[in-house]
């Protein structure tokens, strides 16, 4: 018997309180599991942002409209990563789209994930991009204007026709795009909220709350994207689209709050005989990530900032740095959601009667070091589309031709 | 018919393209043993065998060694296997230059043995920091036998968790012994011979019936309190709470 894996777990032991079943001891779900949903809500969330523009005509979101799309794009690229890192064999990782296991909930995220990027994202960046790319391939030099032909499918066609035809198909996209989007994150929430022996995950709202968790992060990253980028591109920021996108944030937020809050006013009223351990999780193991940082500093401060200048009527200025303040304060609340309900839900035993503990690696292929460069990386794979593609469009064109 | 839009054509020339490639790979490219179930469980059954064999099994051990297998299979460890302490041991049956480690190190016998409520109810438990500091624990039990070498003094030996219980609730001042007439035997050989537990309401009642003449003893009616219904049916006798 391997003595330093024995004197390993004893370790461990001693961080446990109360009965705790043996498997249950390690925290198998790690911090890779936490970014996932991150992930994916911020892709989802942003593309919820984008429909607005097409979908509900809310004019005054235009400029933020293809930024959100790319944000949509490059933070779905890495989304799987956290996965594969976290199950240790990519090299596999195709087998599940070539040998489809339709009865397996986990398998499924394969499909649903094709399916967004494939025909959601793919596809409407495509079409909103067509024309610009087909005047960057006649404008740029040899290896740019061959990218861009390439990836414009040698199409050549600026016809009136053609650019209607775009249009139509940017919209239908959307139209499918909404509930894929919902699909996409309801799902994540889905696969939590049918874990019934879990009673912190098994609830029916969970789709709901990871839903409406995800609207406000990816509202709030846009928001804070649009504010970084559009100074350093020197354009002015158009307050008139960042009060708008404030404002469904806003809204967004009071009603993930009042799902939450709904969730939590049910299980205290059921209360089921888990109340009591979940009571002793709350206050003895996520107080600060669940009530300082995912309550307090996560929604009630930015509410109450987001609520202070709609009744003061604050100045420029002013409103831009709440609104910068809260959407970070909301980023790390809605990041603190995910911690507390994968971290938190794996460290109660089903017994009810034991609490254990996470001890994060820091190196390790799931480990810290790595979640911050699976965080980062997006942003980079940002950074490089919006080189390419800049969404103020190719130079010839006027904005309005794009909606 | 419209004719289609340039842009479309383009697109559904590449979907169908990527189609047909994910259907050739699936249909002519992957061996059989991947999408096939049958052929597929049965290949990993092959992928397992060809691994290096690591345990030996409990049964193969006897054929060389006669006093250890005999010695346990009679004491306390005879539910263990050898490969448990020894560790995984078919090199040693392939060449015995390879010798399996024997555990002699005191902190090897407390995975099993330190207090941990978790553990099933009898199943003996100490605490390895008071329980006879830094010698090993083989200086005085024999592994392969591990009787104690006198009888345990105590029920809590096996008990802890009862014991650890009772010890900080209202009956802490009453002995095992007054509710459970318990023999030297039990303390050998424990499942043997089991002591008596209370059977009836009137037991507990000869301390808290109201014309019981204990004092400092809360008094109940023992006709109306509780119904019908056996007192541990509400109270925990090693713990007992009045509310």
Redesign the interface.
């Known amino acids: ?3 330093d894996a ?2 390993a777990s ?1 370790n461990i ?1 001693r961080e446990t309180t ?4 043996p498997n249950e001891i390690d925290v198998l779900w790690s911090i890779m599991i936490v970014v996932y949903p991150y992930l994916t809500g911020l892709v989802a969330g942003a593309f919820i942002l984008a429909s607005l523009v097409k979908i509900f005509k809310v004019r005054e979101l235009q400029p933020t409209y293809r930024l959100s799309l790319l944000t949509a794009l490059a933070f779905i690229l890495i989304a799987p990563l956290p996965l594969v890192l976290h199950l240790g064999h990519p090299e596999r990782s195709y ?1 599940i ?3 489809p296991q339709l009865g397996s909930a986990m398998a499924m995220f394969g499909f649903v994930y094709a399916w967004y990027l494939m025909v959601v994202l793919l ?1 409407e960046i ?2 909103e991009y ?1 024309r610009d790319m087909v005047i960057w391939a006649r404008e740029t030099k040899f290896p740019l204007s061959w990218i861009y032909r390439i990836l414009s ?5 600026l016809s009136q ?2 650019l209607n ?2 249009k139509r ?1 940017t919209r239908l996209i959307t139209i499918i795009g909404i509930p894929s989007a919902f699909l996409l994150h309801g799902y994540v929430g889905f696969i939590f909220g049918s874990v019934k022996a879990n009673p912190w995950w098994s609830s029916v709202l969970m789709p709901i709350v990871f839903l409406f968790s995800a609207i406000v992060s990816g509202i709030a990253l846009v928001l804070i994207l649009y504010m970084v980028l559009a100074p350093m591109r020197g354009e002015e920021i158009n307050m008139k689209c960042l009060d708008r996108v404030a404002a469904f944030l806003f809204y967004a937020v009071i009603v993930d709050f009042s799902l939450e809050a709904l969730d939590f006013i049910h299980r205290l009223y059921e209360s089921e005989e888990s109340i009591h351990i979940l009571s002793e999780l709350i206050v003895n193991k996520l107080f600060l990530s669940l009530v300082v940082i995912q309550i307090l500093l996560g929604m009630i401060v930015p509410l109450a900032m987001l609520a202070g200048i709609r009744i003061f009527r604050a100045n420029a200025e002013l409103r831009k740095l709440i609104y910068f303040v809260s959407a970070i304060l909301i980023q790390l609340g809605i990041f603190s959601v995910r911690w507390n309900v994968v971290i938190g839900g794996q460290m109660f035993s089903k ?1 009810f009667r ?1 609490l254990t503990t996470y001890k994060m690696e820091m190196l390790g292929l799931e480990g810290l070091l790595l979640a911050l460069v699976l965080l980062a990386l997006p942003l980079v794979i940002l950074a490089v589309l919006l080189r390419f593609f800049p969404p103020t469009g190719s130079p010839a064109k006027d904005l309005s031709a794009s909606t | 018919m419209r004719k289609l839009p340039d842009s479309l054509v383009r697109l559904l020339i590449v979907i169908a393209g990527l189609a047909s490639v994910v259907l050739c790979i699936r249909f002519l490219v992957l061996p059989r043993s991947l999408t096939d179930m049958e052929l597929h469980k049965q290949s990993a059954v092959e992928r397992e065998l060809e691994k290096p064999i690591q345990f030996a099994g409990s049964g193969i051990c006897q054929e060389c060694h006669e006093d250890e297998p005999a010695t346990l299979a009679a004491g306390y460890h005879s539910t263990l296997s050898c490969e448990t302490c020894h560790g995984p041991a078919q090199a040693h049956i392939d060449d015995f230059e390879y010798k399996p480690k024997a555990p002699r190190q005191r902190d090897f016998c407390p995975v099993c043995h330190m207090y941990d409520p978790s553990r099933p109810t009898g199943f003996p438990q100490i605490n390895p920091i008071a329980h006879n500091p830094l010698l090993p624990c083989i200086e005085c039990h024999d592994p392969h036998d591990p009787v104690p070498p006198e009888t345990p003094r105590s029920c809590e030996a096996c008990h802890a968790e009862i014991a650890r219980m009772k010890a900080v609730s209202h009956h802490v001042q009453l002995e095992c012994k007054v509710c459970h007439e318990a023999t030297n035997e039990h303390m050998l050989h424990p499942r043997a011979e089991k002591p008596t537990k209370p059977a009836n309401r009137e037991f507990c009642g000869s301390c808290h019936a109201e014309d019981s003449d204990t004092v400092a003893t809360p008094h109940i009616d023992l006709k109306t309190h509780g119904g019908r219904y056996l007192c541990w049916q509400c109270h925990y006798p090693h713990f007992p709470e009045a509310s």
Do not use: Y
Request: proline fraction near 0%; aromatic fraction near 22%; hydrophobic fraction near 50%.
């Open positions: 018997m391997n003595l024995i004197s004893e032991l109360g009965f705790v079943f087998e789209f070539l040998t596809l495509w079409f067509r499918l040698f199409s050549n066609d026709e053609g035809f775009d198909a017994s034991g």
